[in-house]
């Protein structure tokens, strides 16, 4: 009897381990996506920024973050961003998502940094993962409280139930958000 349940015990802390390890991979593979999928959007709205300005990458955003969402959906990953103050209706937290940006806005105001704030879980034979994304600068000549209004107009145009507005440097401006099927 004690060596069953020695070998009972043994076999639960193995599988624990393993499950922690297919974890920390889940995660590592989640930030490479995460990299690949902010890097090319981030560059898309600077070009934009900076040959056209605000207006032209509030269109580039419109018509390339979806497109560059899909590119960067490999490997079985989808990707995406959602916030509590999402611009495009599309983009609404779930359930999940909802609660883990609340969590991210508690902790910001905790004193964490936003740049390191990631949650991920794996439910319904999902892995789940989230990164948190703060308000740059940059951010704020389409997301701030001042906006020009050519910004404004376009932003109407191209999201009339935009509530992504009002922020300030530094802010939780929302996150990236991450699904994988796990086989």
């Known amino acids: 009897m004690k060596k069953l349940l020695t070998v009972l015990v043994s076999a639960a802390l193995t599988s624990v381990s393993v499950q922690a390890e297919d974890t920390r991979a889940l995660q590592a593979e989640a930030r490479t996506q995460i990299k690949a999928f902010a890097g090319a959007l981030q560059s898309t709205l600077k070009q934009g920024m900076e040959s056209e300005g605000a207006v032209h990458a509030i269109e580039l955003c419109n018509t390339e973050a979806p497109v560059i969402a899909e590119q960067t959906s490999v490997n079985g990953w989808q990707v ?21 940006l609340q969590q991210f806005e508690q902790r910001k105001q905790a004193g964490e940094d936003l740049m390191k704030l990631e949650a991920s879980a794996t439910e319904n034979g999902e892995f789940r993962f989230m990164k948190a994304i703060p308000t740059g600068a940059a951010c704020i000549a389409c997301h701030g409280t001042e906006l020009s209004a050519p910004v404004q107009a376009r932003l109407a145009e191209l999201y009339p139930q935009d509530q992504a507005r009002g922020f300030n440097p530094g802010d939780l401006r929302g996150a990236f958000t991450l699904r994988k099927t796990l086989e």
């Open 80 to 100: 995406g961003r959602t916030s509590l103050k999402v611009r495009n209706p599309e983009n609404q937290p779930d359930a999940w998502e909802r609660e883990v």
